[in-house]
């Protein structure tokens, strides 16, 4: 079997960040029952209850099969990977001053650099890393306790989804979306990855781009202010998430009004004073990063395999479901369906990202901020298929669980 190296982890399984390692036990059994509960029973919930209702269930069913799927290996499932050395926590918890760290944060990105950010501290902004420093600081320092955090942060992502959805489609496009997006591939990386928090907030700060472009006066600039904070922090939390920039033009060309963006404008500017007045400069730091990531793990990575084996690691997490579905998701994109043209810009996202070459491997996670306004595509499709694909994707979800041991 293929192998590759990652720092001292073998990967078996590629191109997926994962190693071949099958289990069934007792702990499995909730996350089959939970997973084919909801297969049953979501899209009928989902065509009778009230909005808010809808909403709450949305969240909460969510946040219960990322748990689920976590939890077939006990607390070590949800655990596990803040634990490792190359995540987020380990450096958070040695941070004993926010200022030094912000103004000493790019020195320490180069690999030659002798106290040397770990890989993901390394290779985002800071505001990735705050995050956890936070949680330290409130005391939420066990890892278990951490996962738990990252899971219900994550779980909100579908509500402002479905906000999204309605405010610039209808109410029943947010119905007929919601099981497909709660049951997702996705949700097994969504409860033990960092970018499960970007994605959410990412989700939040479009769909509060989308409620300001569908109000007036001062509602607008209050609303259109806050997407502007919350999407120039993405930002700061992922190099990446830069790329959201597709989303918020097609937000804004779906409801037809450039109203909100000096606002929108406005809100990133305040982002990106604060982070540079606290000592980081985005522009200065990822020319360094681009030359730690080449001098590092990019060199044993060869571009012309990446570059679509990206997206074959990406369909693990959006299921096979939406590659059915892209046939009908073109001819509604011509309707302008509202799922298929956000779900357009997603994939144009994450096509660019793909070819740029800095989304080498582990595009299971790197691309969750993206995937979520995708998986919802096979409801596109004949009402007579959607059962059975529906089932597939809850298959895939507890397959690669069960079957493979993933990084992430």
């Not at 990855?193 to 109000?215: E, N, Q």
């Not at 959006?318 to 001819?331: D, E, H, L, Q, Y």
Request: aromatic share 12%.
């Amino acid at each position: 079997m293929w192998r590759w190296t990652y720092t001292d982890i073998d990967v078996e399984f590629p191109p997926l960040h994962a190693t071949w390692d099958p289990r069934f036990g007792l702990l499995s059994l909730p996350a089959v029952a939970i997973g084919l509960g909801m297969w049953l029973v979501l899209p009928r919930f989902a065509e009778r209850l009230s909005w808010p209702a809808l909403l709450a269930t949305a969240f909460a069913t969510t946040w219960l099969w990322t748990m689920a799927l976590a939890m077939t290996e006990g607390k070590d499932g949800l655990a596990r990977v803040f634990e490792r050395r190359q995540e987020y926590v380990y450096d958070a918890q040695h941070v004993t001053s926010i200022s030094t760290m912000m103004h000493t944060f790019i020195d320490r990105i180069p690999y030659s650099a002798p106290d040397n950010w770990h890989v993901h501290v390394a290779g985002h902004p800071p505001g990735a890393l705050l995050f956890f420093v936070l949680l330290d600081r409130l005391g939420i320092t066990g890892f278990f306790s951490i996962g738990l955090v990252v899971v219900t942060i994550g779980s909100t992502a579908i509500v402002a989804v479905l906000i999204t959805l309605r405010t610039l489609g209808s109410t029943s496009l947010a119905r007929a979306a919601m099981p497909w997006i709660v049951l997702a591939p996705s949700a097994v990386w969504m409860g033990v990855s960092g970018d499960a928090v970007f994605t959410a907030i990412a989700a939040w700060g479009l769909a509060l781009l989308a409620l300001a472009a569908t109000s007036s006066g001062r509602r607008r600039v209050v609303i259109g202010i806050s997407a502007g904070l919350l999407l120039g922090l993405c930002v700061y939390l992922s190099y990446g998430l830069v790329l959201l920039g597709f989303l918020a033009v097609a937000i804004l060309l779906i409801a037809r009004s450039w109203r909100p963006l000096p606002w929108a404008l406005g809100g990133s500017a305040i982002v990106v004073a604060a982070f540079t007045t606290a000592g980081f400069s985005w522009w200065r730091a990822y020319p360094v990063l681009v030359q730690r990531y080449n001098d590092g793990i990019a060199s044993t990575r060869p571009y012309d395999y990446w570059v679509w084996a990206d997206i074959a690691a990406w369909t693990f997490t959006a299921g096979i479901a939406v590659w059915a579905a892209f046939p009908a998701a073109s001819r509604a994109f011509r309707q302008r369906n509202v799922v298929a043209q956000l779900a357009a810009a997603a994939l144009l996202t994450i096509g660019f990202a793909a070819v740029s070459g800095m989304s080498k491997a582990e595009t299971e996670r790197i691309f969750l901020p993206f995937t979520i306004w995708i998986v919802a595509l096979p409801m596109l499709l004949p009402r007579k298929m959607h059962r059975p694909l529906l089932l597939s994707q809850v298959i895939i979800g507890l397959a690669v669980e069960q079957l493979l041991l993933t990084r992430w």
